[in-house]
């Protein structure tokens, strides 16, 4: 059993089997069997947060492919789910950046063997910044 975790849900049960996010930003993969999916979808609603106590928390498979998730929650009938009102602080959205540098390392071909590698989409570059005000 893991300690009480501020989460927002980040998409319906139909959308896939992703779930949470943290106030850090962090995605963890939501787990609930299939004879407790009805009893949550219920309680969850997407995009809402969540105050969750009394489920179990894994590390997730290595065959997760499209975002790296530093762990599974798992839900059962046992676990506390309490609406909590949606702090400011709270990403809409779930981002993992990185140095333009560094994209070369998120290929797959550069990656070790067995090891899931992060979906880039890349959009832009920053290249410098001063007190508001962009650079280009």
């Known amino acids: 059993m893991a300690m009480k975790v501020r989460v927002r849900l980040t998409n319906p049960y139909d959308k896939g089997d992703v779930g949470f996010q943290s106030r ?8 609930v069997h299939s004879l407790d999916k009805d009893f949550f979808e219920k309680k969850l609603t997407p995009f809402s947060c969540y105050l969750l106590d009394n489920y ?3 590390g997730s498979p290595t065959s997760v492919r499209v975002n790296a998730y530093p762990a599974s929650i798992h839900l059962g009938t046992k676990t506390s789910v309490t609406l909590i009102p949606t702090p400011e602080t709270f990403a809409l959205h779930y981002f993992n950046f990185c140095p333009h540098a560094d994209l070369p390392h998120r290929t797959e071909e550069n990656q ?12 832009g570059r920053l290249e410098d910044t001063t007190p508001g005000t962009t650079k280009k």
């Open 56 to 58: 179990i928390c894994t």
């Open 24 to 31: 850090q930003g962090m995605l963890y993969r939501r787990r």
């Open 112 to 123: 070790p063997p067995n090891q899931p590698y992060i979906l880039t989409d890349y959009i």
